[in-house]
């Protein structure tokens, strides 16, 4: 363990190694376009190819240098975790809140997700990310532990004007919640007459808060007091896949939504 510790040292001690050994393993560089890339001086560009050769991650091909088969293989780890730790630096702060039992995706495929988080300007901020998002979409599909009051407001409005379909699982609890507010009950109500909403309900509670727009995968979290912390969305295909797969298998499980069975 110690030597492969000394190498990562090696490569983090200095921004520079990392870069040369990334480009060569991209494609052959001379030592001018090197300098012209990193910016490096030629003193120390010498010093990093002459370490690099020690180790036989390049050689030498005329006038260019070229990644050797394990410098391209130790270019491509260093990459890999850089990538690891640039989407654990975005997720540190809302990790504690993830439900990542419930999550069928490495979490790698958050590295393009984008964070949205309160601040003391935009307590709201994660919602009203996830409710801009429906404003806009044309599709929208949900399966939650609750509907909160401007997200039914902004699906009413987008069904009935004839600009999304709208399809969602919600838990009981979340229905229940709605039908004992009569505005939001009658506003719930009318979503689900309309052609273009479907509507059901999953008895046993949903453990997570996602919503699909138009394919952008939008996942809500929230602490253990119901607090909400972040909101986070992505196109990364294996979320995306994983979002559709979740869907179905909730949908095929929950009964379709009768406001009657709410009102007794």
């Known amino acids: ?70 410098g391209e293989l130790v270019a491509d780890g260093v990459e890999a975790l850089v990538s690891v730790l640039e989407t654990e630096a975005k997720l540190r702060d809302v990790v504690a809140y993830l439900p990542t039992a419930e999550l069928g995706f490495d979490l790698r495929h958050l590295a393009d997700a984008t964070v949205t988080v309160p601040t003391r300007t935009r307590p709201s901020a994660p919602l009203q990310r996830v409710l801009d998002a429906m404003a806009d979409a044309t599709t929208l599909q949900a399966f939650s532990h609750t509907l909160n009051e401007q997200s039914l407001a902004t699906a009413l409005d987008r069904v009935t004007a004839g600009e999304q379909t709208f399809e969602a699982v919600l838990s009981a609890t979340a229905i229940e919640a709605l039908a004992a507010d009569d505005t ?77 069975a709410f009102e007794e």
């Open 1 to 70: 363990m110690e030597a492969p510790l000394e190498e990562i040292e090696f490569l983090a001690r200095s921004t520079n190694r990392v870069e040369v050994l990334q480009l060569l393993a991209a494609r052959p560089h001379t030592r001018r376009e090197l300098a012209t890339a990193t910016g490096a001086s030629q003193a120390t560009l010498g010093r990093i190819l002459e370490d690099f050769a020690e180790r036989s991650w390049v050689r030498r091909d005329g006038s260019e240098y070229v990644a050797t088969a394990t």
């Open 184 to 260: 939001l009950w009658s506003q719930l109500r009318a979503l689900a007459e309309s052609d273009d909403a479907e509507i059901r309900v999953r008895r046993e509670e949903v453990p997570v808060a996602v919503t699909v727009t138009d394919g952008t995968v939008y996942l809500l979290v929230r602490d253990s007091g119901g607090i909400l912390r972040a909101s986070l969305h992505t196109d990364d295909p294996a979320v995306r896949e994983w979002a559709a797969d979740a869907f179905s298998g909730y949908w095929e499980a929950a009964d379709p939504f009768d406001p009657a």
